[in-house]
C-alpha cells in the first residue's frame, strides 16, 4: 500500500471529468487500497481519484466513528435523490475551510464494489452528503464552487497566502 499525494485547490486538474473504469482489475483494487490508506491517514470521511491525479471514476469512504465501514464506489451514479439539507462540509483539498453548503437529504446511487459487482445503495444524512461530495470531484467540482463569488475569493486569497508561507 502507499499513501499518495492529494492535489490542493485550485489545482486546475482538480476540474477535469473524471473517466469510466472499464474493468475492476488489479490495477483499481490498488488504487481503491492506496486510496483507503490515504484518506485513513489524513484522516477523511472520503476521498475520490480525481483529488489524488488519477483519471478514473472510483471513490471510497468511511463515515463510521471506528473507521471499519470502508465503502467503494466504481462508476458511482445518482439515480435519484430528494430532500435538502445544510451540512458544513471541508475538504482535503481545500484544508482548512469549513463552510455550509445545501445538498440532497436522500440519495440512491448505483455504482460498481471492488470486486466489480453492480450495487444500489439508499444513503441519508452525511453519507448522502459524502456520496454528492465525492461524485462531484470526479465531475470537477470543488465544494466551495457553491459558495459566493465573495466568499470563493476569501478562500482563494487566504489559500494563496498559506501556500506562499509554506512554500
Ligand atoms: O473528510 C471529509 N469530510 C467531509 C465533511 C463534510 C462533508 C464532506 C466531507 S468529505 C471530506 C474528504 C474529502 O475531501 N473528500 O473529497
Ligand atoms: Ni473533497
Redesign the pocket.
Known amino acids: 500500500m502507499a499513501l499518495l499525494p492529494i492535489l490542493r485547490y485550485p489545482d486546475p486538474r482538480l476540474h477535469a471529468r473524471a473517466r469510466p473504469v472499464e474493468s475492476v482489475d488489479d490495477a483499481i483494487r490498488k488504487l481503491v487500497a492506496d486510496m483507503a490508506e490515504t484518506m485513513y491517514e489524513?484522516p477523511?470521511?472520503?476521498?475520490?481519484a480525481t483529488?489524488v491525479n488519477v483519471d478514473k471514476r472510483v471513490v471510497v469512504i468511511d463515515v463510521s466513528e471506528d473507521r471499519s465501514g470502508l465503502m467503494v464506489f466504481v462508476n458511482p451514479e445518482i439515480v435519484e435523490k430528494s430532500g435538502e439539507q445544510t451540512?458544513?462540509?471541508?475538504?482535503?483539498?481545500v484544508p482548512g475551510v469549513y463552510e455550509k453548503v445545501t445538498r440532497a437529504q436522500f440519495v440512491r446511487v448505483r455504482a460498481l464494489n471492488g470486486r466489480g459487482e453492480p450495487f444500489e445503495l439508499e444513503a441519508e444524512g452525511?453519507l448522502a452528503?459524502?456520496i454528492q461530495?465525492?461524485i462531484d470531484?470526479l465531475d470537477g467540482k470543488v465544494?466551495v464552487e457553491y459558495l459566493s463569488q465573495l466568499k470563493l475569493n476569501r478562500i482563494k486569497s487566504k489559500l494563496a497566502k498559506k501556500s506562499r508561507i509554506t512554500a
Do not use: P, R
Open positions: 489524513a477523511g470521511i472520503g476521498l475520490a483529488q451540512c458544513e462540509e471541508g475538504c482535503l483539498s452525511l452528503v459524502c461530495h465525492e470531484h465544494f
